[in-house]
């Protein structure tokens, strides 16, 4: 017993729960099959009715809900929030199962971007949970068994389509008895003492009549204590000052910018790539291979956002470049999945633009979080994400939407990659601009001048 209770105070143990949460909430064999789910005799939908109003709902939904669930995830100390990202997904699970109609769909899609938008909650719980010198270490190991069970996910979906071992609604059964298993595992997370913003540690004052303004109950407790419930106001004004702080770097911006933009096409086009798909070729005339192409493209980005690691690099200077050419390629991959007629070129064009994302958004994670505190980089990240969403509510809207201009598949996909187009543009010629400076700085330099010591800062 005692050396479980060691084991349980050790930082491995939040670290293994989440893990095992993070494996079974997101082993999901039906998704990569979900529009051949609702336009088939199950749901007997049509591919406009999926296309044109209900896949936009999730968009609206997490646009709504992200900041409320991003300062609730910090507020609540972040187990309750992962609670409830189970809960939600598994009652998401269960209305995909056992309702039809286009409104119960829409609804489905609106509780599923809630738990896309909860999905904040279970990278931070490893924050408040493990030292900081393990933070790294545990966060890929959250981030890789994730990987790991979308991978599992779709291939056992694959299997079970291919093989004919399993209907629809048999493997929604299976995936409601993961999701229940996600959920008791989330009830038995360790509650953090702490958070980002409104619940910090700081020191116990020694000495002062201010000291007792923070209770004095709190000082007998050890050389910290919490902060408490911090007032919002206050937690408001320092979000906005660390905001108007990191934005201030030009270069930070100019990642950030790529982030935003890029991650609203992906967005768009994983979302809806299913319908160009089934367009290309219908499932009736043809074996479909959506979960093999799935896992294939995630394990694919992962060995590509790996192997960046070991290059050598100065991205401060070819960075921005890299973006505007790898976004060219993106959306060269994006016109030949639109106009293309055979489906296996579609899925190919399709692994290749996942894997150029995946690589890209890697290098500008590291890029971004390489000057700034935890904080602060959690708080790019949402409002990066935030932005990215905006921009996708209003491409919905426009494009999707049957209440703006409703446009059919390849009208859509021709939108997207029409604007990878222009992100490669714009990038390649401000990359250019930077390339050509900063070679004319280093002409201007003399020859036996020494490097600069940060000069390696932003290489791999």
Not at 141 to 156: K, N
Not at 179 to 191: D, E, I, K, N
Not at 229 to 246: K, P, T
């Amino acid at each position: 017993m005692e050396a479980l209770g060691r084991w349980r105070a050790d930082w491995k143990y939040p670290t293994a729960l989440l893990c095992i949460y993070g494996f079974f909430s997101t082993v999901k064999p039906l998704e990569p099959f979900l529009t051949l789910y609702l336009t088939g005799p199950d749901k007997n939908l049509t591919t406009e009715q999926v296309n044109n109003q209900i896949f936009p709902v999730w968009t609206y939904s997490y646009l709504c809900v992200l900041v409320p669930v991003f300062l609730l995830t910090d507020w609540l100390r972040y187990k309750p929030v992962v609670v409830f990202q189970g809960a939600t997904l598994l009652i998401t699970t269960a209305m995909l199962l056992w309702l039809k109609s286009v409104r119960a769909m829409q609804a489905m899609q609106f509780f599923y971007g809630v738990v896309t938008a909860s999905e904040v909650a279970y990278f931070s719980y490893i924050y408040s949970v493990v030292d900081l010198k393990r933070y790294r270490k545990a966060t890929s190991y959250c981030r890789s068994v994730q990987l790991l069970g979308y991978t599992a996910g779709s291939v056992l979906g694959q299997l079970l389509v291919s093989w004919e071992l399993m209907s629809f609604n048999h493997t929604l059964v299976l995936t409601l008895a993961l999701t229940a298993v996600a959920l008791l595992v989330s009830c038995l997370l360790p509650m953090p003492g702490r958070s980002m913003f409104f619940h910090r540690r700081q020191k116990t004052p020694t000495a002062g009549p201010e000291g007792r303004r923070d209770g004095a109950g709190d000082a007998r407790r050890g050389t910290e204590e919490p902060v408490g419930e911090r007032r919002c106001s206050r937690v408001l004004a320092q979000l906005w000052e660390g905001f108007r702080q990191c934005y201030s770097s030009r270069r930070l911006l100019y990642w950030s910018v790529w982030w935003a933009l890029a991650t609203c096409g992906y967005n768009q086009t994983a979302n809806y790539v299913q319908v160009l798909w089934e367009h290309v070729q219908p499932s009736q005339n043809f074996s479909v291979y959506n979960g093999g192409v799935e896992a294939a493209s995630n394990l694919l980005g992962a060995a590509t956002a790996y192997g960046i690691g070991f290059t050598e690099v100065r991205w401060e200077q070819w960075g921005e470049l890299a973006l505007g050419g790898f976004s060219g390629l993106g959306a060269g991959a994006l016109f030949l999945m639109t106009f293309t007629g055979n489906i296996w070129v579609c899925y190919a064009g399709y692994v290749v633009f996942k894997c150029l994302y995946t690589l890209l958004i890697t290098i500008a994670m590291y890029q971004i979080a390489a000057d700034l505190s935890m904080e602060r980089y959690a708080l790019v990240f949402g409002a990066n994400n935030f932005g990215a969403l905006a921009l996708q509510t209003v491409i919905t809207s426009v494009v999707v939407d049957s209440g703006g201009l409703g446009l059919g598949i390849i009208p859509q996909f021709t939108v997207y990659a029409s604007y990878f187009s222009v992100i490669a543009v714009v990038f390649s010629l401000r990359g250019l601009f930077t390339v050509w400076r900063s070679n004319k700085s280093q002409q201007s330099t003399s020859p036996g001048k020494e490097e600069p010591p940060d000069s390696e800062e932003h290489r791999f």
